[in-house]
């Protein structure tokens, strides 16, 4: 007995030793505020406030001791959920204490708020790097806080690696043909200049990486001015923004702003804020990136190449069908960078139908090809025969019997969902990637093509007949459709006009199958049923791995989505209402009684642009009573109009009543010195 209760209690220490963060004996290390730490054990409690460490945190494998982070921050697929402390800039105090927090990650713009948690006894430790080196520091830091040191050298080793790829594709370029790369922070169109990040700024550091030439004004900073003469002086070949560079391009039309390279070669691009405005783990990704958004004409070229094309690795798929030869996901390095294929081969050559290609027969592989955000530059020069060239040839598969899809979307976030009964059975393969070219069909038009973003192929075990793969389609269709809007994905041109019904370059291949013959495939049937079921389930998932998108998502977030600016929003002043400050606003949006009247307003919004709303008087009354609520037993402020183009009526509303209590409340005015950034 004492030997079966001594093999019992081994078993539950070694299963929770492999559900906690490792032991670790005790350390000592100092933070980026030179603040020196020692710490007896592992914290189990944590709120992260820099996006950059939440996702270390994660990758490192100690997801679960995340309780909660900011805005800018979101919880990757199957991780436990944390909960949101508001905005980087003004975190929400209150919120970050009621998680219980044992220790809290920060930046150098939270020195207020570390010494209000330190007094309270929470362990405040600043990890906010400066510059590229920093990344590696914070990496071993977080290593020893965790007891993850062989995973933080790994993760250190993968960065170097990704800034060791550039340096070597940069250094074959000509040094006389190195091109001047400025990275735009923004424009003030009353003022007349630019802002440009200082000569001491990671920011340089990233474009020196890229094989560019940094301008050098004499100032540091994250942030410097640039005046038109130093603009033109500089001469700028190429110039990249965060996120969008409409504004940016619009100002840059402006006489004497357009007389440099950049602008006349239309070389003003954006990039995303994520990687351009942090040092992170991606950031060896975003070099390449860079890199190749600077010299694509020299990558595209063979002498410009250090690798051959070749599969690097393989890993097995699960498909369960008799007529599955083989699937898997094979890792491919195309001009240098690292491509991955889904492929699925068939035992028998049979007919497919693809959206990309039409119907194809004799077919005896299909799949799904994804390419890294380097090679999209390098992939469409030659148009889609030239792609699958270079595709097919890395892979050594015979084009004539392959039927291939191509995206942004990775096939590490791949989605395989399998659904069955009544003798019947479905797979749905799914990449979804919906953040960048989401639309509404027939309400906003596309100008461009990309590879596709939300990639489906669907299986099943019936011999499908020429009219059922054709319905199948719109089976496929609707259920990918119907996903998005359960998730209430926007579009990313006119996100507060439009919920998206896809990405504009969706694709689907369905295979004929084999088995016994079936005909009906549409929503009434059994097998399309279960095609939907699968083929919903899996967008929902590739798009949490992807995107980390979920239906639950906090309303602050929901409102960065559809890009309504909290920023601007808390600087709206009159004579009578001095504003309120951001932090004030972000921590009025976690109250549950504020949230739920803004999600009221963004679905009553919809609504009423499909024209389903007439009235809006009790809603009106309903935002009238919260604005009071907030006050309290102050007198209301007078009402803040935020109508108009910008926002929809019943958004207004909301908001503005949000505004309308906090700026009725006796509290002074805290001024943002930045905008949105991320951090």
Known sequence: MSRRWFLLCALCAALLTGLCPQALAAVTFTDFAGQQHQLAAPPQRVVSLVPEVTDALYALGVGATVKGHTMYSRTPAGEPPAALVGGFFSPSEAAILKLKPQMVFTSRVHAKLEKDLAAKGVVVVRLHARDLADQYARLKILGMIFGRAAQAQKLSDQVRADFDLAAKKVALLPAKDKRRVMRLMGVDPKGGFVYTAGDDSFQNELIASAGGIPPKLGSKGGSVKMSLAQWRAFNPQVVYACGDAASARKFLERAGWNQVEAVKNRKVIALPCDLTCRVSLDSGLFVQWLATKVYVDYFAQKKYQLHPPEVLERKLVTIDLPYVSRAEVAQVRIQDFIHRSLLVGFKEPMMVLSTLEGQRDGVRLIGNHYMPPPAWGLGHGGGLAELQGRVVEALQIDPQTSALLFTGADMNNLSVQRRAGDGLEVYALVTAGAMHNALRIAAEGGAYREPGTINILVLSNRSLTPRAMARALVTITEAKTAALQDLDLRSSKNPLAYQATGTGTDNIIVAQGAGPQATL???????????????????????????????????????????????????????????????????????????????????????????????????????????????????????????????????????????????????????????????
């Open 521 to 679: 495939t549409g929503g009434h049937s059994r097998l399309g049923a279960l095609m939907a079921q699968a083929v919903h389930a899996g967008v929902l998932d590739a798009l949490a791995k992807q995107n980390r998108l979920h239906p639950q998502r906090n309303v602050l977030l929901r409102l960065r989505e559809r890009g309504v600016s909290l920023y601007a929003l808390a600087g709206q002043r009159t004579a009578t209402c001095p504003g309120v400050s951001l932090g004030r606003l972000e921590e009025a949006l976690l109250d549950p009684a504020n949230a739920a009247l803004v999600e009221m307003a963004l679905s009553l919004s919809d609504a009423q642009a499909n024209g389903h709303i007439g009235d809006l008087g009790p809603f009106k009354r309903l935002c009238d009573q919260q604005a009071q609520r907030i006050a309290g037993r102050n007198a209301l402020a007078p009402v803040y109009n935020l109508g108009g183009k910008r926002l929809p009526e019943p958004l207004a509303l909301a908001l503005g009543a949000i505004l309308r209590g906090l700026a009725s409340q006796p509290q002074p005015l805290i001024p943002v010195s930045r905008g949105e950034c991320g951090s």
